[in-house]
């Protein structure tokens, strides 16, 4: 599929920060944690000085505890952003946690790991094509393939990597294997596409020699490896990942209903669907998943013990849930298609002041019709002022994006796209016909990212919703593209673009700040992040008796509403 044949389907992406994908199909748990996942992680970890930070760190990493690893030293880079080691460790751990996720990942193991020589490198120059050809900025062949040496070094130190590809793991062949690869990087220099080729299958003759590895697994370390070294938001998609992508945009999975995270015990419920099957069997927020079948999930990685929940639409599944009282029961679920509605709440919170409160989860092909409906629905019932909530709201589609700023102002830029790759520099302007005029109000946290942005940013810098939240918003400010491979049934993730505000603003980095800041100390438990095990206070998303930034509001529009009667 062509770029522009993306463009025109409405499959131009905005990479989802700490996004969910709401199904059991697929584990819940982003390629590597970030800030963004406090919510669900609980509170900081970081000791009290870099010293005994550090170690414990290592112990995370002893235990191959990479999820942790990583959260501490992000925490200790937001204390310390000038000690070294913490963003060399954190960097190796995120290196780590994503080899152990790749070798949970079904379709990884049984069908990219038995590709042949031919059709991996095909595979492989597909990939570094698409990069050259529609990456933001021009991308050199020489720090990927370091990067894909990078991701062997850590791959021999996995013992997954080691059980599946290594005809003999024997020390001492892993350690010349590990020595050698490491010379070649050392005198590394490549330039051309030949070089690169050259350099991948070099590599690829070590390993067969070393340890009698396939060359599918050494090129995917190197496909792997050129996507990682370019931003957060380019990777590789797995033929489940780009399943579980197109099925983020539709709105529309064959599942259970549930959004999980990993515990001790199993899997954790942090989401559950409602209509879904699993709200259907009364299953909850808080109750975890211990076995599938007679299988204890116990111990297992997250994407691994997923995996043994996904099925065919109308087949059954018998799991074992620990509710929070501590009683266990085995339930029988039938998989079938699940919708995911993006407009979670939609309520009159304020009657006096006519106060309407929509709570927007994300932007998909679906989120402008649910929109419409919503706002029909509270102007039936007499609502003259909107609260519109992008709190948590990770993102979603760009053209959503636009479509919803444009039905709420008639004139000036929405958002400025800027790319290399032909259609990637664009302007989106507002069409002159106005949907909706009431006052309103745009709710933001430090979570609200990318197509949240451009819809808060449009509608700050034209003046036309008060912008209230507890921090300001992520700042993402990158567009990626979903390129379908032709050589094997996977997919691409690339930025292709920066996004600009109407004003010319670039959002990376900067985000949008509110307008009116409200100090809250409690947590949001709402949506996909109900049910986080916190010893933190918590409180009801868009209850105004609990909710301090909406009861800010709410406060607002009366304020509004005095000064218009006067």
Known sequence: MRPEELFRKGWLALALVAGSLLTLARAAEPDAPSNATQAVLGPKIVPGDPASTLQ????????????????????????????????????????????????????FRDILLKLSRDKVMELYEELVDRIETHYVDKAALEPMIRRGYDNLEVA???PNFLKLNAVSAEPSRITWLRQSLRLRRESLEVVTRDQARAEVLAACELGRQGLGISTAAIVLEFTYGACDVLDPYSSYLTPDKLDDMFSMIDGNFVGLGVELKQDELGLRLVGVIKDGPAADAGLKVGDKIIAVGPKSVKGLGL???????????????????????????DIRLVRRHVEVASV????????????????????????????????????????????????????????????????????????????????????????????????????????????????????????????????????????????????VPAGLKLTTAQF??????????????????????????????NGSAETAPTFEVGNPDEDRVLSRAITEASQQKSLTAR
């Open 303 to 329: 994407d691994e013990a997923a995996g043994l929940l996904q099925g065919n639409e109308g087949t059954q599944i018998v799991v074992t849930i620990l509710s929070s009282d501590g009683t266990s029961r």
């Open 56 to 107: 414990r760190g290592l112990d995370f990493e002893r235990k191959r505890n990479w999820a942790s690893a990583i959260r501490l030293y992000e925490e200790a880079l937001e204390q310390w952003p000038s000690r070294s080691e913490f963003s060399h460790r954190h960097l190796l751990c995120e290196m780590h946690y994503k080899v152990a996720r790749r070798y949970q990942d079904r379709s």
């Open 344 to 487: 979670a709440q939609a309520k009159i919170v304020d009657k006096a002041s006519g106060v309407g409160y929509i709570q927007l989860t994300g932007f998909q092909k679906t989120s402008t019709e649910e929109l419409d409906r919503a706002m029909q629905s509270l102007q039936r019932k007499g609502m003259r002022y909107l609260v519109l909530d992008l709190r948590g709201n990770p993102g979603g589609l760009l053209n959503v994006a636009v479509d919803i700023a444009d039905r709420f102002v008639d004139r000036g830029v929405i958002v400025s796209t800027r790319g290399r790759a032909p259609g990637q520099t664009q302007v989106y302007r507002a069409r002159p016909d106005l949907v909706y005029t009431m006052p309103m109000a745009v709710l933001i946290d430090r979570d609200s990212a990318s197509a949240s942005e451009i819809l808060a940013g449009a509608l700050k810098d034209l003046d036309r919703a008060t912008i209230i939240g507890d921090h300001k918003s992520y700042g993402k400010g990158s567009v990626q593209s979903i390129f379908e491979l032709r050589s």
């Open 156 to 158: 021999l130190r996995d």
């Open 500 to 529: 600009y505000s109407p004003t010319g603003r670039p959002y990376s980095e900067q985000g949008v700040e509110p307008k009116i800041l409200v100090k809250i100390t409690a947590k949001p438990v709402s949506g996909s992040e």
